[in-house]
């Protein structure tokens, strides 16, 4: 498979602070790719320096082999770079259809109205809120919300999808239909780049896994090697025994309480307190 996004060495400094120290990582054209660690290591200031809302103190961000390090987020999303974040903020007195058809349109500058209106249904259907088109986004609930935010971000037409922790705050049922969610938009041929801390969602999910400490790549690999690497043992998962939950878990114990998060977190910085949102 080809090479669609590529972090290399990938550097930003707060002052003396190393948010992000030296990360590089490459995804393949149709994975779906996790980015996991301990609050405060960086996952966060990573995903906004390759959405570009922060620039790289050092390094180089690549799109299909162009370098966007140096473009504004608006150009990287004309580019094919989409996000959705954890913190949803629709426009609340619009209908969800006129929600996403903003993102259609700006996805793609001066795109005709019935072809931006044929991306936003497209993208309604997939996230599966097609039935609530003309609700107000006001009175959507949580994970209809979150729903809009993946759909807006998938009518830009991206070729790479960034998620920051979409599944926060998430019941267990609702957090086993967003994997699902996640699935159907990686079927329309969009990669998948996403941070999430609840474990067994990783597990399900990820092709491949990203594990970060202190701004720093800590391993790299399938869900099953990390898991069971004894630095990340140390450094996220803590007891060998939560190691080993977070293996075997089942899907419907998928919560936040089964999830398995660093005993003696990382300092954080403001700019990366996105982290903890």
Not at 18 to 30: I, R
Request: proline content about 5%.
């Amino acid at each position: 498979m080809s090479v669609v996004l590529a972090a290399t060495g990938l550097s930003k400094r707060f002052g003396g602070l190393a948010a992000v120290d030296d990360v590089s990582f490459q995804v393949e054209q149709g994975e779906i790719f996790a980015i996991i660690g301990p609050n405060g290591a960086g996952k966060t200031t990573t995903l906004n320096l390759v959405s570009g809302l922060l620039t790289p103190s050092a390094g180089t961000v690549t799109l299909h082999g162009r370098d966007i390090t140096q473009a504004r987020a608006a150009e990287r999303c004309h580019a094919g770079l989409g996000r959705a974040f954890q913190v949803v903020q629709p426009f609340p007195e619009m209908t969800v259809r006129e929600n996403v058809l903003v993102g259609a349109m700006f996805g793609t500058p001066g795109i005709a109205r019935g072809e931006a209106e044929r991306r936003a249904d497209r993208a309604l259907e997939v996230t599966g809120i097609a039935h609530l088109a003309e609700r107000d986004a006001e009175d959507l609930t949580l994970m209809e919300e979150k729903q809009l935010e993946i759909a807006r971000a998938l009518a830009t037409d991206p070729s790479v999808l960034l998620l920051d922790e979409v599944m926060a705050g998430l019941r267990p049922a609702e957090a086993r239909d967003a994997v699902r969610l996640v699935k159907n938009v990686r079927d329309e041929g969009v990669t998948v780049v996403f941070i999430e801390h609840v474990m067994p969602v990783v597990r399900d999910l990820a092709d491949r896994v990203l594990v970060m400490d202190y701004g720093k790549v800590l391993t790299e690999g399938r869900y099953a090697e990390v898991t069971q690497d004894q630095r990340v043992i140390e450094a996220y998962l803590g007891r060998d025994d939560d190691a080993e939950d977070a293996a075997h878990v089942s899907p419907a114990q998928a919560t936040p309480d089964t999830a398995t998060t660093p005993a003696t977190p990382a300092p954080t910085t403001s700019e990366d307190s996105e982290d903890t949102r």
